[in-house]
């Protein structure tokens, strides 16, 4: 099963940011969190990930609380473009998979 | 930006008959995998491949199934005698190997809708 609770679903305004939750309380102290998107059915998209440091790229931001028990994904700007599925996955490295939740459901309208 | 890229998009087979999916990973990751996802259900995996051995498989990843790295560039996933609860999306995704040999991010291709009549 999934290690992490999402809200099934979340609105946005085109333009405003985009929080997006996350609970990962049972993760163990080597494990990182990623964060991949899948819009429509095209494959998951990945996004970014982080230990326990906060993250930033040119996609987005990761936020983790210091205990690492939760973290917050931000799109800073979203767009239409950015309407999709959000993953929230604590990565098992030994053995290497990704394990799915429902992830949150991302609508950003006009 | 390399991507990994899976053919064909769209694989409609008879019930009983072996299907192969076909799968190029980006050119410079050595960790390989496949995922399944059924309509309205979560993505799942199925099996992880490195170094031209299987590391890891679900329990979905039966006898029925298979995976072949059959030369230096492509990756296969094979069902042999396919049954009708097999039709779903199946994405392929590879990852390389960073710093300290920690892996790096899956990236994921953009599937093989695979029917099943």
């Known amino acids: 099963d999934a290690k992490t609770t999402q809200p099934p679903s979340m609105d946005c305004a085109e333009g405003r940011a985009a929080n997006l939750p996350c609970n990962h309380s049972t993760i163990s102290g080597n494990e990182y969190v990623y964060w991949y998107r899948q819009i429509h059915s095209q494959g998951p998209q990945y996004i970014i990930h982080?230990?326990?440091n906060n993250e930033t790229n040119e996609m987005a931001s990761l936020i983790i609380t210091e205990d690492r028990k939760s973290s917050t994904l931000i799109l800073p700007h979203a767009t239409l473009r950015d309407t999709a599925v959000y993953y929230c996955i604590v990565r098992v490295i030994s053995p290497d998979k990704l394990i799915f939740g429902t992830g949150t459901r991302l609508q950003v309208f006009p | 930006e390399p991507e990994v890229t899976q053919t064909p998009s769209h694989q409609v087979t008879q019930m009983g008959q072996e299907v192969i999916l076909r799968c190029v990973p980006i050119s410079n990751h050595l960790y390989f995998y496949w995922y399944r996802q059924i309509l309205g259900q979560k993505v799942e995996f199925l099996v992880s491949?490195?170094?031209?051995?299987?590391?890891?498989k679900s329990e979905i990843f039966d006898d029925q199934f298979s995976v072949e790295r059959p030369d230096g560039s492509n990756f296969t996933l094979k069902i042999r005698s396919t049954k009708l609860e097999d039709s779903a999306m199946y994405f392929c995704?590879?990852?390389?190997?960073?710093?300290?040999?920690?892996?790096?991010?899956?990236?994921f291709g953009d599937g093989t809708r695979l029917s099943i009549l």
């Open positions: 982080g230990l326990k």
């Open positions: 491949f490195y170094n031209n051995e299987i590391s890891e």
């Open positions: 995704a590879s990852s390389e190997v960073g710093q300290g040999a920690r892996i790096q991010p899956q990236h």
